[in-house]
């Protein structure tokens, strides 16, 4: 039986991950670590009498030291322009003291190790799609730079510690994705704009709206992670769904799946809002023989109850 670290557990996508590790047929022991920054319990919470599972309220930042461990999987950070505005020094150090720390622990125990990237390495980019080989155009200095530049700072020491220390990695930069256990007070689109919708609020859009992402459901995610984490691809490779939207064509979609009549009003569009973004799969498609499956409509469809549980009254 394998030990698997998976760092960020608590989080949307570390305890997507962490069932879906668990759910391995020929099962592997996981071990979450989270400092709760934040992640939920509320997300693991079903994991409780599970004895493959165990949990480590632990700040990656701070050197620690599990035992021997088989594989990493390195997603403990803030995620959501809200939250690592909040938390910039926390987010530069995740992505630094935090990477070295986890790194440190695959090289002392031959473990394998998945880091998981961003589109946001590529900044506000000057090609579309973005391909893994583009550079990226990051303010270093900007609103968003304590996530840029700390998650292409642990690129550079993944890239490193294979360099020199023949670590077995892999990285994903990884697209806008969405789906249950999204935080609900982080600020994302989807997030807003579902519980503005089923609340009859006005949906609130950010510019023009002409700006676009493109949205990929977890489980398309997760399954491009575990495929990842198989591969001997050392360099990066993009995970998202190509599919590009305008943000006034997600709200409308939002608009349809929950049958809301919240009008549109437009707010000012934060400083360094990238007016572009969109994976190519290429690699991932060749590499992985992944593609997502998930339409933005069916995503949101199999979203809506978590969405409507976060609006109910909980009860005593
Ligand atoms: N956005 C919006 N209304 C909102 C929240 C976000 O129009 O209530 C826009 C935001 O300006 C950005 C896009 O939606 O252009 C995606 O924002 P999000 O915070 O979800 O993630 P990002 O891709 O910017 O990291």
Redesign the pocket.
């Known amino acids: 039986m394998k030990k698997i670290l998976v760092t960020g557990a608590a989080g949307f996508l570390g305890s997507h991950l962490t069932d879906a590790l668990l759910a391995q047929s020929g099962a592997h022991s996981v071990l979450g670590v989270d400092n709760l920054s934040t992640g939920s319990l509320a997300n693991l919470a079903h994991l409780t009498e599970n004895p493959a599972f165990s949990f480590l309220n632990h700040d990656i930042t701070l050197p620690f030291d599990p035992g021997p461990v088989d594989f990493i999987f390195n997603f403990a950070s803030p995620a959501?322009?809200?939250d690592y505005a909040r938390l910039g020094p926390e987010t530069l150090l995740a992505g630094s003291a935090g990477t070295i720390n986890t790194l440190n622990l695959a090289r002392k125990y031959n473990a394998g190790f998945l880091h998981a990237s961003t589109s946001?390495c590529y900044g506000d980019p000057e090609v579309h799609p973005q391909l893994e080989t583009y550079w990226g155009r990051v303010n270093p200095i900007g609103p968003r730079s304590v996530y840029d530049e700390a998650k292409r700072f642990s690129e550079a020491a993944v890239a490193a510690w294979h360099h020199y220390y023949a670590v077995d990695t892999r990285m994903v930069r990884i697209f806008?994705t969405y789906g249950p256990r999204l935080q609900t007070n982080d600020?994302?689109?989807?997030s807003?704009?579902m519980l503005q919708a089923l609340a009859g609020q006005p949906?609130?859009?950010?510019?023009d709206?002409l700006?676009t992402?493109s949205f990929c459901f977890v489980s398309d995610l997760i399954d491009g992670i575990l495929r990842l984490a198989q591969s001997d691809e050392h360099t990066p490779v993009n995970l998202g769904n190509p599919t590009e939207f305008t943000?006034l064509q997600c709200a409308q979609e939002i608009l349809n799946i929950t049958g809301s009549n919240s009008t549109i009003v437009h707010?000012p569009?934060?400083q360094d809002?990238?007016a572009r973004?969109c994976p190519d799969i290429t690699k991932a498609r060749a590499l992985l023989h992944w593609e997502p499956k998930v339409s933005l409509r069916e995503g949101l469809q199999k979203s809506l109850a978590y969405f409507q549980s976060c609006l109910a009254p909980k009860s005593k």
């Open positions: 959501s322009p809200v946001e806008n600020g994302r689109v989807i807003n704009f949906l609130t859009i950010y510019g709206g700006q992402r943000m707010q569009l934060p809002d990238p973004r």
